[in-house]
């Protein structure tokens, strides 16, 4: 143990001393000569709080509102006015963009109803794919039970 | 010790009741934190009407912000932790250094620093040498003389005053060492002195 560190277990040993009522006897030299050192440190502050202070201070705090009621008020006052900016925006999109929505809308529906053969086919590749692979996965997973 | 030891529950509860607002419960919060906070405020400041002021602002903001608090570390260090955060800006604003060099580095110890016109006549050696200490631990730099009282006389473990001061544990322990060190070797050349 290096010097440094044998005088520290000899504070810390002189600090528990105190803590548990000790006379010091049960220390070495070096610890005994810290024991009125951690004696002063333990001893309580000489100024004494007032006898009133939790209840003048709670009384205090009761006046004033706790940042949690100032946020959420703020949260609050926040999301009314994004909404209130949203619906403007929404009506003012409509008014400027609306006519041109409309010819896209009718232009889409009139493909939905006569479906082009490309499309038709694309659609049976799909399905074609996805059940083939599904139809795999079962066989490979019968190879692995099989193996076990 | 400042407070009776509390569970985390405990400390949960007493939160859960400030925050729904129930009658009495911050009260009751600051009757059980407010010798914490004046401990660490006072050894700060030393000045006791600060104290007061300063020991009133930290209870408001804990009131203010404990919807913040996590529940991570015990209740009694986050009051502290508000507590010391509000005595270091005070002494920021003042210009008073939270900490100063070592004896070794000024060539001054903390008893070097107190009052030459102690009595030693009529003092006893025993009480003489306590005056002394108490004396020398007011004229240590401010964080040095908060760690002393936290670790002593709060009996807080190294890990929650580094937590309370934002320092590491190792500096912690190396002021706390220096600190006793200092002081008794200054106590040791001062009754040599007067024997």
Not at chain 1, 37 to 44: D, H, S, T, Y
Not at chain 1, 49 to 66: I, K, M, T
Not at chain 2, 149 to 167: F, K
Request: proline share 4%; charged share 25%.
């Amino acid at each position: 143990m290096n010097p440094e560190e044998r005088e520290w277990q000899a504070q810390e040993a002189a600090a528990r001393c105190d803590r548990n009522g000790g006379d010091g006897h049960e220390l070495d030299a070096l610890g005994a000569s810290y024991l009125s050192v951690v004696r002063a440190a333990r001893q309580p502050i000489a100024v004494p709080l007032p006898a009133d202070f939790a209840s003048r201070v709670a009384a205090l705090a009761a006046e004033r509102p706790s940042a949690a009621g100032l946020d959420s008020r703020f949260e609050r006052r926040l999301l009314q006015i994004l909404a209130a900016i949203l619906c403007v925006a929404a009506v003012a999109a409509a008014l400027v963009y609306g006519g041109n929505w409309l010819v896209a809308t009718e232009t889409l529906a009139s493909q939905l109803d006569r479906p082009s053969l490309s499309l038709l086919l694309s659609l049976l590749g799909c399905l074609g794919v996805s059940a083939l692979s599904q139809q795999l996965r079962g066989l490979f997973a019968g190879f692995g039970h099989s193996d076990t | 010790m400042t407070s009776t030891p509390t569970s985390r529950e405990d400390d949960q509860a007493l939160v859960d009741a400030v925050l729904s607002g129930s009658p009495g419960a911050f009260e009751r919060l600051v009757r059980q934190y407010q010798k914490l906070c004046w401990h660490v405020i006072y050894r700060m400041v030393r000045h006791s009407d600060d104290t007061q002021d300063l020991c009133q602002e930290a209870f408001l903001r804990v009131h203010q912000y404990l919807h913040q608090y996590r529940n991570e570390s015990a209740l009694k260090s986050w009051v502290a932790q508000v507590a010391y955060s509000v005595a270091k800006r005070h002494l920021e604003r003042k210009r008073i250094p939270l900490a100063e060099p070592f004896a070794d580095a000024d060539g001054l110890s903390p008893l070097d620093r107190v009052s030459d016109d102690f009595d030693i006549e009529e003092a006893s050696i025993d009480s003489q040498s306590a005056d002394h200490l108490h004396a020398a631990i007011e004229c240590l730099p401010p964080l040095q003389r908060t760690i002393l009282t936290l670790y002593h006389l709060d009996e807080m473990p190294i890990a929650e005053v580094a937590m309370i001061t934002g320092l590491a544990e190792g500096t912690i322990k190396s002021h706390l060492f220096r600190s006793r060190k200092q002081l008794r070797d200054a106590l040791n050349d001062r009754m040599g002195v007067a024997a």
